[in-house]
């Protein structure tokens, strides 16, 4: 007997051991553009693998979370913050038997649309494009996905798999998911993604949610005592400080905020398996077809993830040396937009050129969205010094 080629042993371990409502190569709605099927990777890995090499995301690197990069070297950035996301999606993934290359492809791209400087950034470019649709990160996560990236000969953007872009499109107006075809069909119809998008989306919340802890306490923003306010941080220290009588400042925060990772993900695995369970869906397309998220925290635990939220928001995220740092954002981003918007020659020559193909196809809104995009797309250091050029009078342009 011949030994089985090795090309059914790499097809046959791409699916192996997965739940049967996992997302699957097999059960895949494949591609925009057709192309061959890769011989010796998944089509997930494939994703995953066209995530990494594209420069959206090298620039993550540059790109604050909560602290501008040149705040500290120590800091989360939207990359550190993506791994993050990644190491705690495929963990769940494993532990659920669901597909872990689909869960490390969403976390490496969910924040690719993200503008500079977090939040302020998204915000306000929002804002400035009011008149013309408006701005989303998540659908722009998926723009440069399927139109921006410029990488291959056959089509524009990654040509990803419909369950990767799926992933990626968290969030959604109806208004926005007319215009998008098959992947904006969910938020019509009121249906859910793959359970591999609905934990990645909870990784994502229990990766900031956490890292922001770290980062807060480090840059003196919140203290411990502050954070024995909130259960989920009191529980999780106590048990360490009863554990490690003298432990110090430094591997007691680390050791606490590993616990409370842990403890939210096994709440997660837990209730999310039970509810699969219940629901009992066969499929992807069973999971697709019910009424809620069947990935979730406990009540309990959902109540608890809350409180923390609202401790960051109130005292990290409004803490007034963020909030300067977020005022400072906020005026460049609108001088960029204000100063491409007035006198599109002002962009580079490049993007010059596409803005005004785009003003003649689509007129203001197309003009408008070319400078978003590349608004978007700049690193927090690369608007710093695109403002300072545009606005400082001696500085060389
Ligand atoms: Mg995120």
Request: hydrophobic share 35%; net charge neutral; glycine share 6%.
């Amino acid at each position: 007997m011949s030994a089985p080629k090795e090309e059914f042993l790499i097809q046959a371990s791409s699916t192996q051991g997965l739940a049967p409502y996992a997302a699957s190569d097999a059960s895949s709605h494949g591609r925009r553009h057709k192309e061959e099927a890769p011989s010796r990777r998944s089509e997930y890995q494939r994703d995953r693998d066209r995530i990494i090499h594209c420069s959206a995301f090298r620039r993550l690197e540059y790109k604050t979370q909560v602290f501008v990069n040149h705040e500290g070297d120590m800091f989360r950035t939207r990359l550190t913050h993506s791994i993050e996301v990644a190491q705690i999606a495929r963990t769940i993934a494993r532990i659920m038997s669901l597909n872990e290359d689909l869960t490390e492809t969403i976390s490496l791209a969910h924040d690719l649309g993200q503008t500079p400087f977090g939040h302020a950034g998204q915000d306000v470019l929002n804002e400035c494009m009011r008149e013309y649709s408006g701005f989303e990160h998540n659908l722009q996560s998926l723009r440069v996905v399927d139109e921006l990236e410029e990488r291959y000969a056959a089509f524009r953007g990654l040509n990803l798999t419909f369950e990767s872009r799926e992933g990626i499109l968290k969030h959604c107006s109806v208004k926005n998911a007319q215009t998008l075809g098959d992947v904006g069909e969910r938020f019509i119809k009121k249906q859910q993604p793959s359970l591999e998008a609905q934990l990645t989306n909870l990784a994502d919340t229990i990766a900031y949610n956490n890292h922001d802890v770290d980062d807060g306490l480090r840059a003196g923003l919140i203290t411990i005592e502050m954070l024995l306010d909130v259960k989920l941080f009191r529980d999780q220290y106590e048990n360490v400080k009863k554990e490690w009588k003298d432990l110090n400042d430094r591997r007691l925060i680390y050791e606490t905020i590993r616990r409370m990772i842990n403890h939210q993900v096994l709440d997660l695995v837990d209730v999310s398996q039970k509810n699969i369970n219940g629901a009992n869906p066969g499929s992807i397309e069973g999971i697709r077809k019910q009424s809620k998220p069947l990935i979730q925290f406990s009540e309990n635990m959902g109540a608890q993830v809350q409180d923390l939220k609202r401790f960051l928001r109130k005292e990290l995220y409004q803490h007034y040396r963020v909030l300067r740092m977020t005022a400072k954002a906020e005026r460049i981003i609108k001088s960029l937009f204000d100063a491409f918007i007035n006198d599109p020659r002002l962009l580079p020559r490049e993007h010059a050129e596409i803005c005004n193909t785009a003003e003649k196809e689509l007129g203001p809104a197309g003009k408008a969205r070319i400078i978003a995009d590349y608004i978007a797309g700049m690193t927090d250091r690369y608007a710093i010094a695109e403002y300072e050029k545009l606005f400082e009078p001696t500085h060389l342009t």
